[in-house]
């Protein structure tokens, strides 16, 4: 397991210049003010409990924005949310919020192939009194669902989903919530602006985003013109394409 003792004041900077710059404003002085004025006064005690030890992980940047996490959270409040499911989990920050916000008998099926860091913050989801929400299942995503479809019950349960995971199979994921979301149902998909790079020629976008900029190019296009769903496409955190299931 991750040493959490590794949540340290530079840790915490680096974090926090490293979220700035995912965010997509001109200005980081205004991302900034939307965080320290209406999310983090906001934010649940777990919630930044574990904001500061995943700052402190070598790959922070793969944490669910806090301004992201709080749209999602009125978002599971709008739908009444219950029954969810998460592909990709990392250290659990949007995992953690979904679990505080649905209700005390609500559930969570959790996956993601990593359950090391999945552990680094389930000692604080345990403080939270979630834990026993979470289904947290150690695999690759796509057989996991193709498993979860093989029952029939499944289909059209789901009240909510969240993907951040390989942007690749983005399009593949959604073909699956078509089947395990009931009508009315939200799925978000996280990252759709690829910090910025989908406008961008080739030559400009640094090397490590260069792998899922057509990818997400793709599935942006993709999911506009896709009937089954209406479509919100904000521009919050690293973009966020919000799905609801229309038939």
């Not at 710059?21 to 320290?36: H, T, V």
């Not at 989908?198 to 942006?220: G, M």
Request: hydrophobic share 40%.
């Amino acid at each position: 397991m991750y040493n959490l003792e590794s949540s340290n004041i530079e840790g915490m900077e680096q974090y926090t210049k490293t979220l700035l710059s995912k965010g997509l404003l001109q200005s980081e002085d205004l991302y900034r003010y939307i965080l320290e004025t209406s999310v983090y006064p906001r934010e649940p005690e777990p919630l930044k409990e574990l904001r500061h030890v995943t700052a402190g992980h070598p790959r922070a940047k793969l944490a669910t924005s806090p301004d992201s996490g709080q749209l999602m959270a009125m978002l599971l409040k709008l739908v009444n949310a219950k029954k969810t499911i998460e592909v990709g989990v990392y250290t659990g920050y949007s995992l953690l919020l979904t679990a505080l916000t649905i209700p005390e008998d609500g559930k969570i099926i959790a996956i993601d192939v990593n359950r090391e860091t999945f552990e680094i913050g389930l000692p604080i989801i345990k403080k939270a009194g979630v834990a026993d929400k979470i289904d947290f299942i150690e695999s690759e995503a796509l057989p996991a669902l193709d498993q979860l479809l093989q029952n029939t019950e499944n289909e059209g349960s789901f009240d909510f989903a969240f993907v951040d995971a390989d942007k690749g199979n983005y399009w593949n994921y959604h073909e699956r919530m078509m089947k395990l979301l009931k009508v009315g149902g939200v799925v978000v998909y996280d990252n759709t602006l690829w910090s910025g790079t989908v406008i961008l020629s080739d030559e400009l976008v640094p090397e490590n985003l260069k792998q899922w900029k057509e990818p997400t190019i793709e599935f942006n296009k993709l999911v506009a013109a896709d009937p089954r769903v209406q479509l919100s496409h904000a521009s919050v955190g690293d973009g966020m394409a919000i799905c609801t299931r229309l038939y």
